[in-house]
Nanobody, 117 residues
């Protein structure tokens, strides 16, 4: 069955770094665009970063440009989110999403990122 399993979240101080991973299985990973979303308490889910299926194009929310980097390894069926210069406003549950079409979209269960001193 389809699985997206996020890992790498945790508690980090402001200015610190974390690297999130999302391991995929049960579908043709290399055919899907991959995204990271986040949802802070009391707020809606927002797009953080997206990468095309071959990894040639990336896009970021303005709030994370220059600090976060999305990448993927199609040989390992894994997408990553490197997060640097973290701020308290980055505190959220981070989700990865695989999308090929409206009818073919999968979500992970999320991983908590807390930025606090």
């Amino acid at each position: 069955q389809v699985q997206l399993v996020e890992s790498g979240g945790g508690l980090v101080q402001p200015g610190g770094s974390l690297r999130l991973s999302c391991a995929a299985s049960g579908f043709t990973f290399s055919a899907y665009a991959m995204s990271w979303y986040r949802q802070a308490p009391g707020k809606g889910r927002e797009l953080v970063a997206v990468i095309t299926s071959a990894g040639g194009i990336t896009n970021y929310a303005d709030s994370v440009k220059g600090r976060f980097t999305i990448s993927r390894d199609n040989a390992k069926n894994t997408v990553y989110l490197q997060m640097n210069s973290l701020k308290p406003d980055d505190t959220a549950v981070y989700y990865c999403k695989a999308a090929r079409s409206v009818a073919s979209t999968f979500w992970g269960q999320g991983t908590q990122v807390t930025v606090s001193s």
